[in-house]
Nanobody, 121 residues
């Protein structure tokens, strides 16, 4: 089993930037993909960005060109650099990791506790 700890959330003005980090521990050797989901009050949790161990990435259309997901395999850590933040980016952001042969968000994936990101003027 993998344990995940997110950090880096906070309050920023529209147009500002934040960098989230997620450190994995436990059974880290089985991890394939690492990524991020978010959930705003009253809305469903949605995929934001993900990256495999070998560098392939996926982004939600709403964040393409503004967010960048990166990964330090040696540190077992995934990051989400968020630029040009908008009020609609306000949500709790959750780290998610999946093992080989399983995708992000599946029953076999592991979730962090979440970190709040608030974008407001």
């Amino acid at each position: 089993q993998v344990q995940l700890v997110e950090s880096g959330g906070g309050l920023v003005q529209p147009g500002g930037s934040l960098r989230l980090s997620c450190a994995a521990s436990g059974n880290i050797f089985s991890i394939n993909a690492m990524g991020w989901y978010r959930q705003a009050p009253g809305k469903e949790r949605e995929f934001v960005a993900g990256r495999t161990m070998f560098g392939s990435t996926n982004y939600a259309d709403s964040v393409k060109g503004r967010f960048t997901v990166s990964r330090d395999n040696a540190k077992n850590t995934v990051y989400l650099q968020m630029n040009s933040l908008k009020p609609e980016d306000t949500a709790v952001y959750y780290c998610n990791v999946s093992p080989n042969n399983r995708g992000l968000g599946t029953a076999q994936s592991s979730w962090g506790q979440g970190t709040q990101v608030t974008v407001s003027s």
